[in-house]
């Protein structure tokens, strides 16, 4: 282990949970560099989309999931606050959001080669002054000895909420049972596979954002993130 191989956060949690945009805050706060690690499965799975358009997952040979995930030309770039996700030069930062490509996501998580192949790309993402990491496995698989783990959560009911919202917000009309159904499923596929299950590291501080403001999660992680972390 290196010094450098420590300064990582990790936020891992269930998805809805705000990571990223914690981690957006926090990231800028320090001047570090982001990883959204679940863009990475999210590319993967609109490439699939793309190349195999209504197969589902399960009836594709593996060695061609992991050959869409071994050649995925992707660059990111931090603007305004947000992240501009490229792939072959091609802003797909909004369509990898829809929640079609985010259960083809899950799927393809689910399979331990493809998990390998984005293993090495996420941790290429460490690069001085530091790295704030989202996902699922950050604390416990990909950067374990990471100076800070996070794990955020909030009950499906009041992700499905803060979605609602959000979709409202943009003129989309789904049902909210709709939304708590479709989170439930992704929690269940994300906690019970056999590789690398949604879960906190064992040496995780745990933060249930069920009652509190985006505000009140920033200030919570960004008070560890000053007692742990030493800033140059
Ligand atoms: O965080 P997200 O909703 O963008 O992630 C989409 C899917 O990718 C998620 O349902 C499971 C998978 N994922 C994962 O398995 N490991 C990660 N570190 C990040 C995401």
């Known amino acids: 282990m290196t010094e450098n191989s420590r300064q990582v956060i990790c936020l891992d949690g269930p998805s809805g949970v705000g990571k990223g945009t914690i981690c957006l805050a926090v990231a800028e706060h ?5 990883l959204d690690s679940g863009s990475l499965y999210r590319i993967t799975a609109l490439q699939f989309s793309r190349k195999f358009p209504e ?3 399960s009836t594709v040979d593996e060695s061609q999931l992991v050959d869409i995930a071994c050649n995925l030309s992707v660059s990111y770039l931090q603007e305004n606050h947000h992240l501009v996700i490229l792939l072959d030069g091609e802003n797909v930062t909004g369509i990898i959001r829809n929640e079609k490509i985010g259960a083809i996501a899950s799927q393809i998580a689910t399979i331990p080669l493809v998990r390998d ?6 941790r290429a993402f460490l690069q001085a002054p530091g790295l704030v990491a989202d996902g699922r496995d950050m604390g416990t698989v990909v950067f374990p000895h990471s100076v800070l783990k996070i794990y955020l959560t909030a009950s499906p009911e009041e992700r499905a909420q803060r979605r609602y919202k959000q979709l409202k917000d943009k003129g989309i009309g789904v049902s909210l049972s709709s939304l708590v159904e479709a989170l439930r499923q ?4 994300d906690m019970n596979r056999k590789t690398a299950p949604l879960k906190p590291a064992s040496d995780a501080i745990v933060i249930d954002t069920t009652r509190l403001t985006i505000e009140q999660v920033t200030d919570e992680v ?3 993130v000053l007692q742990r972390v030493s800033i140059a």
């Open 222 to 224: 960004m008070s560890w």
């Open 117 to 122: 192949a984005l293993l090495a790309r996420q």
């Open 186 to 189: 992704r929690d269940d596929r």
């Open 55 to 57: 197969r589902e997952v």
């Open 30 to 34: 320090l001047g570090w560099h982001i």
